[in-house]
């Protein structure tokens, strides 16, 4: 029965370290998105704006291109959002079954 548990909660560590570096994923692409909205800011209305996708440099309308930075961001939010509540359920997961080991031994 405590090799059954044992081998579970190893498996909720797994699960946190994955969440965990899925989070900081996350946290990079949050920050350099911010970057990007912040630098669109500073474009002037007139400017040309171009984007990489791929190896082809695309022409994009400014206004189009802020839209797009705007909605990565909600996007990012809600993931991270995700993880965040993912990553609290399995530390709750882990904290009751390491009592539960406990117990048994």
Do not use: P, W
Request: aromatic share 4%; hydrophobic share 35%.
């Amino acid at each position: 029965a405590i090799n059954e548990e044992l081998e579970k909660y190893h498996h909720l560590q797994k699960d946190l370290i994955s969440l965990a570096e899925k989070k900081n994923e996350l946290n990079q692409q949050a920050s350099e998105n911010e970057t990007i909205k912040r630098e669109l800011e500073m474009i002037a209305e007139d400017s040309k704006v171009f984007k990489m996708t791929g190896q082809v440099v695309l022409h994009k309308d400014l206004e189009e291109v802020k839209i797009s930075a705007l909605k990565r961001s909600e996007f990012i939010q809600k993931e991270m959002e995700k993880f965040e509540n993912e990553i609290s359920k399995k530390t709750k997961e882990c904290s009751e079954l390491s009592k539960k080991i406990a117990l048994i031994q």
